[in-house]
Every structure is written in C-alpha cells, then in structure tokens.
C-alpha cells in the first residue's frame, strides 16, 4: 500500500495527511502557495494574517489616508498597499476608494472649481501634496467668508476615508505636511486643546495632537462626535479648512459627495 506523505501548515505546523485538509495562502518565493490549515486560512482570508500573527514584529507602518497600520516588506502584506511618490504608504482600500472620489468630483465640479497651483507659507514651509489641495467653489467661499472685508484663504482639504467618519473614533487624522503647514507647533505628545470655526460661524474646541509611530508623526484631531453629528458625516465626504483674516480663525467646512446615503424617509 502506497504511503501518504504528511503535510504541515505553513504558519503553525499543524500537520495531516489529507491534503485537502489545507487551503492556498500567499505565493512564496518558489512559486508555490503557502498551505495553511483550516484556521490560520481564515485568518488570511479575513486579512487578518499579519496583525493576528506578526504584530510584534517591525515593518509596520501607517497608511498616509486613513493611519490604519500596514506590514510592509512582509510576504504575506505584499499586495495589501503602494508606495507614494512623496514617501510613505497608502492602502489598497484608500487608494480605490480616493481614485473613485477624486474622479467623480472633479468631474461635478469643474465648471466652476478654482484648482489652486501649490500651498505655501510665507516661511517656505513645504506645499502640500497635490491630493490635499483645495478645490473651492465661489460658493463655498462665499459661505466661509461671512464678512465682506475678510480674506479667506483655502488651506487644505481631505476625503473622508470609513475611520474617519467612524462615531467610535470621533477623530481626524491630518496629513502631516497640512499639519505642520497651516496647524500649530506642537511640542510635545499631550498636544493642545484648539478652537474652529464651522461655515455657519459656530465655534467648536478640539483637541489637536500627534502620536510617533515608525518614527514619523501621525496628526490627529480628537472630540469630534458632536461636530460629525452636526454635519453627517460620511465617508467620500470631503472636510475642508480654511484661514479667514483678520483674526487668523480656523475654519472646518464640509462638502458632501453625491455618493453619500441620504436621510431615510419618514414613515407617516
């Protein structure tokens, strides 16, 4: 009787002789699919592979879009993000999900868009990247600039990714160059408490921080339940700022995506 040669999981070494005991993971080195058994499969399907199994190991980096931790230069994480141009990573999620948005947005809004060249401060602190300038409307100026003898002046904006509109957080990571760009100093992790302007001229306090993580800083304004709840927030929505003179107030505007899901009707 021929003998049936016993076969190990890739990850935790579980072992059998029916081969179809296990699953395909990732594609090794050698051409071949890492055979995984019937639990750590799951886990990679569910893509939960790397934080399940490698979370104590180095590689891990933050997504520039939505700060959610990558494994890069791990196998298994190969085709789970890209690398941007300016430095750092994006995920695959948030670099669809920005694709789809930024397209259909230029698109509505181009007849009347006001496309900016390049943000820079006065003291030659570095432009913003090109997927964080502001594409303001007469209209949208006209609602930040309550006034007449105020300047106003778009700063930055930022799509929405689904953790950014996440109640439970009630946070905003800022891209770091809009941070320290247009944002205050921050000298230490504690941060400081700011205060915002909404387009309708109410003034909401948050607080403004930062946390280290692979030895680059993450931006982050916290307390925003109350403010997300007031203007809907949803992801594809896209959150702008603007700096309005004299006075130098900070203000957050909102502008909703045609994707975002409605109200539902009341029932009479």
């Not at 594609?27 to 790397?50: D, K, M, N, T, W």
């Not at 007469?138 to 930040?144: G, I, N, S, T």
């Not at 941060?191 to 931006?219: A, P």
């Not at 702008?240 to 975002?260: C, D, H, I, Q, W």
Request: charge should be neutral.
């Amino acid at each position: 009787m021929a003998s049936t040669s016993r076969m190990s999981c890739f990850q935790c070494q579980v072992s059998s002789f029916k081969p179809d005991h296990f699953r395909n993971g990732w594609r090794l080195h050698i051409g071949q699919y890492a055979q995984l058994c019937p639990r750590c499969a799951s886990v990679y399907e569910e893509g939960r592979f790397c934080e399940t199994f490698h979370s104590n190991d180095d590689g891990w980096r933050d997504c520039e879009s939505c700060g959610k931790l990558v494994h890069c230069g791990c196998i298994v994480s190969f085709n789970t993000h890209l690398l941007l141009d300016f430095g750092g990573i994006i995920c695959l999620e948030c670099s669809r999900f920005n694709f789809l948005l930024a397209r259909n947005r230029c698109l509505s809004l181009e007849p009347e868009i006001r496309d900016r060249e390049s943000y820079q401060e006065p003291s030659g602190q570095a432009a913003v990247e090109a997927q964080y300038w502001s594409r303001v409307t007469d209209l949208e100026l006209q609602q930040v600039s309550r006034n007449p003898k105020s300047t106003v002046t778009p700063l930055f904006e930022k799509i929405l990714s689904a953790s950014d509109a996440d109640l439970k957080l009630a946070r905003l990571i800022i891209p770091k160059r809009c941070a320290e760009a247009f944002f205050p100093n921050l000298s230490g992790l504690h941060g400081l408490h700011i205060k915002m302007q909404d387009t309708e001229g109410n003034e909401w306090e948050f607080h403004y921080r930062y946390w280290i993580n692979g030895g680059s800083r993450i931006y982050v304004l916290e307390g925003l339940r109350d403010y997300m709840v007031s203007k809907q927030w949803q992801p594809g929505d896209t959150v702008t700022f603007y700096r309005v003179e004299p006075g130098g107030k900070v203000v957050m505007g909102l502008r909703k995506t045609s994707a975002s899901p409605q109200p539902a009707a009341s029932k009479v």
